[in-house]
């Protein structure tokens, strides 16, 4: 990834998630609502613990995102699916950013809650740090990650797994 662009705003996303910044049939974020960060500021090839990359995003909370309203009426939080799920996104997208397909989450080892996300909180930070790559028939990425609600980590989350495929070889590694 020598080169390449270490930052990227809500337009690069929403680009991405159009299959437009790394071209058609290459890897996509999901579109909003289930877009669950804002901007990207950091996106190191060679950063981490393992030195295998490193990728940060960030969200704005506000009140009233989508998912307040329903989860749950008069004690609203943020489900803690979609913080995992932001963290396979970011996977996914710092395997991208190598010229890797489209993708899919494949798993994870465990995951540790410690805190909620709630209206009050002002800013997450997601981070993921690679821990291996794999490149064969298709790119298989691990990596660990957690979230900070305001500068707290409140979720871990240990060997995130993301696949990324050419369309034909999606369902035969799902099945």
Known sequence: MAERQSSFDYEDLLACARGELFGPGNAQLPLP????????????????????????????????????????????????CLGLDALWQMLGFFLGCTGARQGAALGVGEVKFSGMVVPTVKKIEYVVELQRVIRRKFTLGTGDGWLKADGETIYTAKDLRVGLFQADETAAASA
């Open 33 to 80: 609502p289930m877009l669950m960060f804002d901007r990207i500021p950091l996106l190191e090839p060679s950063g981490g613990e393992q030195g295998r990359g490193r990728i940060v995003a960030e969200l704005d909370v506000k009140p009233d995102l989508w998912f307040f309203a329903c989860h749950f009426q008069g004690d609203p939080v943020m489900p803690g």
